[in-house]
């Protein structure tokens, strides 16, 4: 395939005209100048490369997955003096809600929390775990110096990721939510929600494989002898 896709791309830098049908979105980016989007057969958008992926993207989404309502949810762990309440992911370059970003794009979801009591010193923190539930990372507003401010209702606070640079796969987030010293344990829910990352990439030259790993770097290179 990769061998097929080079002689394509010296093909169309020869200036003859190449027609590239496919749903591989890395190898669209990195061929073509132009793309065509159909939907039922018809015509839907006509133009630059990176709208008519998003525009597919988007209408091929499942919106379920990416916003999602706990109200009713039991298997979580805590007392519930604060409970997770709903997650809506974001494609905020698109415009719309999706649980779909590419390797270098950025994780961004806000995060509904309710509880009935005046909350102080929350602490929420966030596991991510690859498509076979190895555990990789675990982050929570601690790292970020973020400090609630006394609550109580429900509030809407919205987290980014940036540059996540993972290989395309399936990937679980859960939710932990406590007190700053983690004594006490108001909600959990393990696995909260997933997202996937797909082939789209435009500067990523090759294909990555979960198999050979899950985190993408491109480091800088010099010669200093």
Known sequence: QTRCLGKMNDVS?????????????????????????LEKGTLALNGDVQECVRRYLANSRSVREASIEYAHFSERKGNGKVKIARIEIIDKEAGVVSNQLYTDGNLVFRLYVHTELMTRDLNIAF?????????????????????????SGQRCFEVSFEKMNLYPDVYKVGISVGTLDWGELYDQIIPAFEFVVIEGAKHIKRQLSPANGFLYYSPGWKIID
């Open 127 to 151: 596991h991510f775990y690859r498509n076979d539930e190895t555990i990789f990372a675990n982050v929570g507003n601690v790292d970020s110096d973020f400090v609630f401010e006394p609550f």
């Open 13 to 37: 830098k020869s200036g003859r005209t190449v027609l590239f049908v496919s749903h591989n979105l890395q190898a669209v980016t990195q061929l073509c100048s132009r793309a065509i989007l």
